[in-house]
């Protein structure tokens, strides 16, 4: 039994899972900053075309001020799902469904004919 112990293939696969082990790890945090990236660039560039559009005379006042609204609900949603240090699937769902929403009235605003005199 001891000589198993010493054999070299012994060394070799226990390195082997302990790199394996550390790959993973490394692969999953740098996964969790992805998707974490991902959510701040979407807010970004949502903040961006509200602000473009105020800009370009797209969106009138109460229209960015609804949009700007919107936004910040989504902003309190994110901090309160994370409040408990786990953000579960369906937290996750209702976030990007709330986003989508709020991207997808964005167009609609900017798109409306109504424009900033």
Do not use: C, W
């Not at 696969?13 to 974490?36: D, E, S």
């Amino acid at each position: 039994m001891l000589g198993a112990i010493y054999s070299p293939y012994f060394f070799i696969t226990l390195k082997t899972k302990t790199m394996k082990f550390k790959f993973v790890i490394a692969f999953m945090f740098l996964l969790a900053i992805g998707i974490n990236a991902g959510a701040q660039t979407r807010t970004g560039n949502q903040q961006r075309r509200i602000r473009q559009g105020v800009k370009s005379g797209e969106l009138t006042k109460p229209e960015a001020r609804n949009l700007e609204k919107q936004e910040k609900e989504i902003r309190q949603e994110k901090r309160a799902a994370r409040a408990d240090g786990v953000v579960t699937p369906v937290e996750k769902r209702e976030i990007r469904q709330d986003e989508r929403q709020t991207s997808r009235t964005i167009y609609r605003k900017k798109h409306n004919g109504r424009t900033r005199s």
